[in-house]
């Protein structure tokens, strides 16, 4: 599901950009989400994320609905 969206971008009102760059298994089956963000200005930041909470903040952002909320 979310190994399909790496490499996909959202721009918000603001003109920043999140971008996801990887999904990974790690940490006895923690799954993480590396992503980007950019405001074309200053060095872009790369921030990691586990897959549930990234799903529950930015999730709406791809098209995906119904994230469980509780993790």
């Known amino acids: 599901m ?3 969206l790496v490499g ?4 918000f009102e603001d003109g920043i ?3 996801i760059l990887e ?6 089956g ?7 963000t950019n405001d074309g ?3 872009p ?3 990691m994320m586990p897959e549930l909470e990234f ?5 709406h952002l791809f098209g995906l609905r119904n994230v469980p909320k509780n993790f």
């Open 2 to 4: 979310l190994s399909d």
């Open 8 to 11: 996909k971008s959202h721009v």
């Open 17 to 19: 950009t999140l971008t």
């Open 23 to 28: 999904v990974k298994h790690r940490d006895a």
């Open 30 to 36: 923690v799954i993480w989400v590396v992503y980007q």
């Open 41 to 43: 200005i200053h060095i």
């Open 45 to 47: 930041k790369k921030l």
């Open 55 to 59: 799903l529950n903040s930015y999730g």
